[in-house]
């Protein structure tokens, strides 16, 4: 794995986040953005990132940082952490890290595009129409997709034999996995070399061996989610209240409405919208447990708080607030 150039298509959550952190590990980042407006709206994710690095290292070089529970893997190993050459990389992956509106400038040269849209399937198809004619031989592409999957999208590619899934999870630089997941006409070659760069940026590389909606995470977490939002959605009770229902009773660290507010509403209505029309994506035992959700009245309560801007942690308030 010759990677040098990485080059993350969107800004939002996840997509800031696989940036920094590729950035932090010393790769060439851009990051590729619609427009001028994108660009205004994800320099203050990198702005927010650059301090929870800083922060998380400030926390690492105490007593307190060192419990497993506030140590993060995706920064240091603890035998080998230093300080001083953590913030270092820090400071230069947020002085690097280089924004771009031009998709072919972009992208020239890149080892690696990295696709991290919304969960919009037209979305996205349209995007790789638009990339497939730019790109040098060399590059390969993935999608950061945490439900959608790569056979959907391989053909628009221009390059299924370079394509395939590489899927984090939320707060990369604490929880470092990566899902790796080809499709059939991905080269095993390219498999491989997307588990060396995993490991590369210090996550933690989890094969996925067939094509899941979902893929390990995901499978797990969105019926969870969707239960818990039920529960609100039919006036049983609220996010609070339910969210401390899971923290205090099992332990966890965030209760399922927090996790919504860190994923972001608008990620959320997508996948809402799936799983409400397309039965395809669920088997069918648990589309038979899903079938009494009340899918339309959480979609008329996701319509409404975007509309007021409420899209989740990022944005100051989502669930609950955050300024």
């Known amino acids: 794995m010759n990677y040098k150039k990485v080059v993350v298509a969107g800004?939002?959550?996840?997509?800031?986040?696989?940036?920094?952190?590729?950035?932090?590990?010393?790769?060439d980042v851009t990051i590729w953005l619609r427009s001028e407006g994108s660009k205004g709206r994800t320099q203050p994710k990198l702005d927010a990132l650059k301090k929870s690095y800083e922060d998380a290292l400030k926390l690492m070089n105490s007593e307190e940082g060192k419990l497993a529970n506030n140590w993060c893997r995706g920064l240091s190993d603890v035998e080998d952490f230093d300080y001083e050459k953590c913030l270092e990389k820090t400071e230069n992956a947020y002085k690097s890290i280089k924004l771009e509106i031009d998709l072919r400038k972009a992208v020239e040269g890149a080892d690696?595009?990295?696709?991290?849209?919304?969960?919009?399937k037209d979305?996205?198809?349209a995007f790789y129409k638009k990339l497939a004619p730019t790109l040098d031989e060399k590059t390969v592409v993935v999608t950061n997709s945490s439900t959608l999957l790569p056979s959907t999208f391989a053909k628009f590619t221009g390059r299924p034999e370079k394509y395939l899934s590489l899927h984090f999870a939320n707060n990369i630089w604490k929880q470092n996995t990566a899902e790796v997941m080809a499709h059939d006409g991905t080269d095993d070659k390219y498999f491989?070399?997307?588990?060396?760069?995993?490991?590369?940026?210090?996550?933690?590389?989890l094969p996925v061996k067939k094509e899941k909606n979902?893929?390990?995470?995901?499978?797990?977490?969105?019926?969870?989610?969707?239960?818990?939002?039920?529960l609100m959605a039919n006036d049983v009770s609220d996010p609070d209240s339910i969210d401390k229902a899971?923290?205090?009773?099992?332990?966890?660290p965030r209760g399922p409405f927090q996790i919504m507010d860190v994923v972001g509403l608008t990620t959320v209505k997508n996948i809402v919208e799936?799983?409400?029309?397309?039965p395809g994506l669920i088997s069918p035992l648990l589309k038979k447990m899903l079938m009494p959700y009340n899918f339309k009245k959480m979609l008329e309560i996701l319509n409404k708080y975007i509309a007021e801007g409420k899209l989740g942690k990022a944005a100051g308030e989502g669930f609950y607030k955050y300024k």
């Open 192 to 205: 491989n070399e997307l588990i060396e760069f995993a490991n590369a940026i210090r996550m933690f590389a």
């Open 11 to 27: 800004g939002g959550v996840l997509g800031s986040q696989i940036a920094f952190q590729a950035a932090y590990c010393g790769f």
């Open 246 to 252: 899971w923290t205090l009773g099992t332990g966890s």
């Open 112 to 120: 690696l595009v990295i696709e991290s849209m919304a969960e919009n």
């Open 214 to 230: 979902g893929y390990l995470l995901n499978s797990m977490l969105v019926p969870f989610l969707l239960s818990a939002f039920d």
């Open 274 to 278: 799936q799983y409400q029309k397309v």
């Open 123 to 125: 979305d996205k198809i």
